[in-house]
């Protein structure tokens, strides 16, 4: 089984949950009078208990795949090209990347600026005369080039990941045990 086959299994297998969960609490009771939707009583019962017993095997299986992926996603490693640099990481190290990592990453380059601060006039001695007036300019403690481009690079590594990690859930096996 491929990655993306996992993943769309555990959805579907919670949507099958969710799907008896709607039955079990629609049929788990009614009032002695009713006649029960299954027949009999002890008919009824046996369905609840079908219904929490195949849920109980969905969220096995579930656990199951979980694992299996999450054991594949450590064990492969995805080579991905950033700013014309090869980058190697696990898929899961990846998975960190993209969900928040390079986020992390481009806001603390934006974090980057000139304050606002403007040149502006100071008097250079305590006469104050004319001759004494110097400008005051801004100084910039980063590359404003730099900062620029790394912005960019991070802002674009979320759909570069996402890009090659498309791929490669759908060609690599998922490690079972």
Known sequence: MRIIEGLKKVQDLQRKIGDLK??????????????????????????????????????KE?????IAIQRTNLATNVTITISGKDVTHSIAEWIHRRRDLAENEKTAWLCLSSKGLRPKNFYNDPKKTEE?????????????????????????????????LEVINAETDLIEN
């Open 62 to 66: 579930i656990m199951r795949l979980r």
């Open 132 to 164: 004494s007036i110097q400008l005051s300019k801004p100084r910039l403690y980063f590359d404003m080039a730099e900062k620029n481009n790394r912005v960019e690079e991070f802002a674009s590594e979320p759909s570069l990941i996402d890009g090659k």
């Open 22 to 59: 709607i039955k079990i609490q629609e049929h788990c009771a009614d009032m002695d009078i009713d006649t029960p939707v299954f027949k009999t009583e002890a008919d009824q019962r046996e369905m609840i208990k079908s219904w929490l017993q195949s849920i109980h095997d969905s969220v």
